[in-house]
């Protein structure tokens, strides 16, 4: 007897630990995968998230990271919405003053992209990550908010 090794695929608007993981249900991919729920140039969709990300980007970064980590820790949103300061923030901020703060960046990204099947790759993260900084973010940012109001609203 065979057994299949795979775990089932989320299907475009499955609800998954908590809160839909494709809230916009953008088509999926042959793969599996889909798009961003959001361009990488609608940053002004979500503008303070954007200006904040423009002036102190540290600050965006930690919020979205820990926003991240709370969904898939707990399956809800983060009450705080990401805090003002953490150690990622300090960190990010320490090492963005040395000119490698996109390192981070690029590597929560990947981590971001796996959560929601987003296509795409390690290049591209870097790409997005060293050359338009707030636009990145500001995505990140808007892809966790769809998963969070779905909480919300399950609530």
């Known amino acids: 007897m065979a057994y299949n090794q795979q775990q089932p695929m989320a299907n475009p608007g499955m609800q998954v630990n908590g ?3 494709n809230a916009n249900n953008v088509p999926v991919n042959a793969d599996g995968t889909r798009e961003w729920s959001h361009g990488l140039f609608d940053c002004c969709g979500d503008a303070g998230t954007f200006i904040v990300a423009c002036c102190f980007p540290c600050i965006t970064y930690g919020q979205v990271k ?25 960190i990010h901020g320490c090492i963005t003053m040395c000119g490698f703060g996109w390192i ?21 993260d870097c790409c997005s990550a060293f050359c338009c900084t707030p636009c990145e973010l500001t995505q990140e940012s808007r892809e966790l908010e769809l998963e969070e109001q779905t909480c919300h609203k399950q609530g």
């Open 19 to 21: 809160g839909n993981r």
């Open 66 to 90: 820990r926003r991240a980590e709370h969904l898939a820790s707990k399956g809800y949103p983060d009450p705080e919405h990401g805090g003002l300061c953490s150690s990622d923030c300090c």
């Open 104 to 124: 981070m960046q690029m590597m929560n990204r990947g981590h971001i992209r796996g959560r929601y099947n987003i296509a795409g790759g390690g290049g591209g």
